[in-house]
Every structure is written in C-alpha cells, then in structure tokens.
C-alpha cells in the first residue's frame, strides 16, 4: 500500500519561495503519476500541479503554472513542488496525492476524486 508524506511547508513572505517535498513508503513512487493539491479554510481542495510517473508530463494550473515547478527523483522516491513568488492567497494545507495505478488521463489530472493515496497535508502560510 502507497503511503505518502508531505514535508516542507511553513511560514514565508510574500514574495518568498518553499519547497514541498512528497516521499512514498510502502511501494516504490516510480510507478504513481502524482498530483499535488491544496485546500484552504473554507474552500474547496483545489490542483496544484501533476507529474506523470516517468516525469514526462507535467500539469499546471492557470494560477501556478508561472511560479510553481514540479519534479521528482525516483531513485528517492519524491516528489518536489519548488514553489516561488509565493502570494498570501496561496496559503492552505498542500496535499501530494497518487492514483491507483495508470487511471488518470493526462491531459484531465485535475480531478481530485480521482486520486486514491493522500499524504496527512503541511501547511503552507504566506504573510503579506
């Protein structure tokens, strides 16, 4: 069974950068296509970005794609989201997420009911 753990969240000024990082146990992450998504106090858990499980695809969404880079290091089975310019609306609680196994189509990733492994979530905060 896929577990995933998120680390690297914490407080930044606006204007600052994070790295989040995604690390599986229990199964090796070479094999998951992997989302990360975020959810703030009384929204709704929104995409993020989307990696495909050799790297070769990669996702973002209108209000990431120019300040946030997805990658990963299957030899150490992470992921990364290497986060910059950071705004205080990007604070929220960000997930790395996996589907079970070649069930996301690429070009639709953005669907959170379709991840089946979720990470505990770290909390991101942005001070203005």
């Known amino acids: 069974q896929l577990q995933l753990v998120e680390s690297g969240g914490g407080l930044v000024q606006s204007g600052g950068s994070l790295r989040l990082s995604c690390a599986a146990s229990?199964?090796?992450?070479?094999?998951?296509?992997i989302g990360w998504f975020r959810q703030a106090p009384g929204e709704e858990r929104e995409a993020v970005s989307f990696?495909?499980?050799?790297?070769?695809?990669?996702g973002y969404t209108d209000l990431t794609k120019d300040r946030f880079i997805i990658s990963r290091d299957n030899t150490k089975n992470t992921v990364y989201l290497q986060m910059n310019s950071l705004k205080p609306e990007d604070t929220a609680v960000y997930y790395c997420?996996?589907?079970?196994?070649?069930?996301?189509?690429?070009?639709?990733?953005?669907?959170?009911?379709?991840?089946?492994?979720w990470g505990q979530g770290t909390q991101v905060t942005v001070s203005s």
């Open positions: 990696i495909s499980n050799n790297g070769g695809t990669v």
């Open positions: 997420a996996a589907p079970r196994l070649n069930t996301i189509e690429h070009s639709s990733w953005a669907q959170a009911q379709d991840y089946e492994f």
């Open positions: 229990g199964s090796t992450i070479r094999s998951y296509d």
